[in-house]
């Protein structure tokens, strides 16, 4: 039983570590020309959590505001979503999407920023 435990324990710490996307490429492709057309990146953290790190361009609106229908962005701007394990980026995406918005939940700051692999041109 002791092993059993030791050897989930050791799985969980690496799937926590190995760099694993929720996020899909064209997924990610996508928000990320969104964003080169306009969109505005969302960090749904808290502000203790923004001000530790966050993507540069990023704003913050913590999940607690979206549900209180508190959005400081125009409906019409396009929006890219995340968190930091991608729980609230997926309730806040609901949200927002519900109440008219175009957005992309793409989990993590770390999803976003992962390098994507290039384009293979189809024959």
Same mark, same amino acid.
């Given at each position: 039983?002791?092993?059993?435990?030791?050897?989930?324990?050791?799985?969980?710490?690496?799937?926590?570590?190995?760099?694993?996307?929720?996020?899909?490429?064209?997924?990610? %492709?996508? $928000? #990320? =020309?969104?964003?080169?057309?306009?969109?505005?990146?969302?960090? &749904?953290?808290?502000?203790?959590?923004?001000?530790?790190?966050?993507?540069?361009?990023?704003?913050?609106?913590?999940?607690?505001?979206?549900?209180?229908?508190?959005?400081?962005?125009?409906?019409?701007?396009?929006?890219?979503?995340?968190?930091?394990?991608?729980? %609230?980026? $997926? #309730? =806040?995406?609901?949200?927002?999407?519900?109440?008219?918005?175009? &957005?992309?939940?793409?989990?993590?700051?770390?999803?976003?920023?992962?390098?994507?692999?290039?384009?293979?041109?189809?024959?």
């Amino acid at each position: 039983m002791k092993h059993i435990l030791l050897t989930l324990t050791l799985l969980l710490t690496l799937n926590l570590f190995t760099g694993c996307s929720k996020v899909d490429d064209e997924t990610l %492709r996508a $928000a #990320h =020309a969104a964003v080169d057309n306009g969109a505005v990146i969302v960090d &749904v953290r808290t502000a203790k959590e923004y001000a530790t790190k966050h993507v540069s361009s990023a704003v913050n609106i913590p999940v607690e505001e979206i549900t209180k229908s508190v959005v400081r962005v125009p409906k019409g701007k396009v929006l890219v979503v995340y968190c930091a394990s991608g729980n %609230r980026s $997926a #309730h =806040a995406t609901a949200i927002l999407r519900q109440k008219g918005w175009t &957005v992309f939940d793409v989990a993590t700051q770390g999803d976003f920023e992962r390098e994507l692999p290039p384009l293979e041109l189809k024959k």
